[in-house]
Nanobody, 127 residues
Framework: QLQLVESGGGLVQPGGSLRLSCAASGFTLDYYAIGWFRQAPGKEREGVACISSSGGSTNYADSVKGRFTISRDNAKNMVTLQMNSLRPTDTGVYYC????????????????????WGQGTQVTVSS
């Protein structure tokens, strides 16, 4: 079965850190751009970060720049999102998505990612 699986979510206090992982099952991520998205209760899903298939290009939402880092390890067939200095406004369900693309770019538009989506992992930032 071809799928993406997110892990690493949980409950953390403001100012804390979490590391989310996006693992591929049934296919390799080598030629896929990856995006991380999140959806807070009552809000639309929004792009958080993305990384090109080569890893040479990344983009971040303004709200997470300087706090989140996206990276990939194609040998492990995995993409990670390191989240530091977490805020209550970072709370939501985090999803990863993949798009087949060898271009050295990536986009945080939800419509850009039509190939695979994970089921999401809950991140709650609260004291």
């Amino acid at each position: 079965q071809l799928q993406l699986v997110e892990s690493g979510g949980g409950l953390v206090q403001p100012g804390g850190s979490l590391r989310l992982s996006c693992a591929a099952s049934g296919f390799t991520l080598d030629y896929y751009a990856i995006g991380w998205f999140r959806q807070a209760p009552g809000k639309e899903r929004e792009g958080v970060a993305c990384i090109s298939s080569s890893g040479g290009s990344t983009n971040y939402a303004d709200s997470v720049k300087g706090r989140f880092t996206i990276s990939r390890d194609n040998a492990k067939n995995m993409v990670t999102l390191q989240m530091n200095s977490l805020r209550p406004t970072d709370t939501g369900v985090y999803y990863c998505a993949a798009r087949y693309s060898v271009r050295p770019i990536c986009s945080m538009r939800e419509g850009y990612f039509g190939d695979y989506w994970g089921q999401g992992t809950q991140v709650t930032v609260s004291s």
